[in-house]
């Protein structure tokens, strides 16, 4: 069946070092968003991408969609303290609408 | 004006108990969903419902019932808790993004 993969896992950074996240769809997607949760808290939404290629950025946050509308990546430039949390891609299931399913998350860790 | 409100925050079960998670928004929104969040496996979802009335299965909903009691409320019920079923379980609604509540952190023995 259809899976959402995100890689790496976890990643540990120093305070002002750059961090990458990436998502894989084994299908293409008719959109992506990503999530943020901090320690102990819940999903909050950051962003939702749709069209093929598209890069948005939020300050320090720049998002990708592929071309091929299976793939995409969060890019944070200079992290910082704030950023610690596990980072969450989501597209719909099979395509269906409404259904969504989560990749497994990248937890970033940052040191000061 | 509360979100999406969970209850309970925590709860231990034996195995065999059962019990109902209770989720209740004030959003307006068609669509609710309960996932499951276990370390290492990102939120998997269990059931979805996209209104009043319907419910279809997510990618784990084995164990699990759901009732769609109204636009509001959207509940989770574990029949006879098996300790594969400790985990963190999120409700979520939401047209497009979602807004999740706090969590429920279910630990069965």
């Known amino acids: 069946g259809q899976q959402v993969m995100q890689i790496p896992q976890y990643q540990h950074v120093q305070e002002g070092e750059d961090f990458t996240t990436y998502c894989n769809s084994s299908?293409?997607?008719?959109?992506i968003q990503w999530y943020k949760q901090r320690p102990g808290g819940h999903p909050v939404f950051l962003i939702q991408?749709?069209?093929?290629?598209e890069v948005k950025k939020q300050k320090r946050l720049t998002f990708q969609f592929g071309e091929a509308k299976k793939n995409s990546s969060l890019h944070i430039t200079a992290t910082q303290t704030t950023d610690v949390g596990t980072y969450f891609c989501?597209?719909?299931?099979?395509?269906?609408?409404?259904?969504?399913?989560f990749g497994q998350g990248t937890e970033l860790s940052v040191k000061p | 004006n509360a979100g999406v409100t969970q209850t309970p925050k925590f709860q231990v079960l034996k195995t065999g108990q059962s019990m109902t998670l209770q989720c209740a928004q004030d959003?307006?929104?068609?669509?609710m969903y309960w996932y499951r969040q276990d370390p290492g496996m990102g939120l998997r979802l269990i059931y979805y419902?996209?209104?009043?009335?319907?419910?279809d299965k997510g990618e784990v909903p084995n164990g699990y019932n759901v009732s769609r009691l109204n636009k509001r409320e959207f509940s989770l019920r574990l029949e006879s808790a098996a300790p594969s079923q400790t985990s963190v379980y999120f409700c979520?609604?939401?047209?497009?993004?979602?807004?999740f509540g706090e969590g429920s952190r279910l630990t069965v023995l």
């Open positions: 989501a597209g719909p299931w099979n395509n269906q609408g409404g259904k969504l399913i």
């Open positions: 299908t293409t997607l008719s959109n």
């Open positions: 991408l749709v069209k093929s290629g």
């Open positions: 959003m307006n929104h068609n669509s």
């Open positions: 419902s996209a209104s009043e009335g319907t419910t």
């Open positions: 979520a609604t939401g047209a497009g993004e979602l807004f």
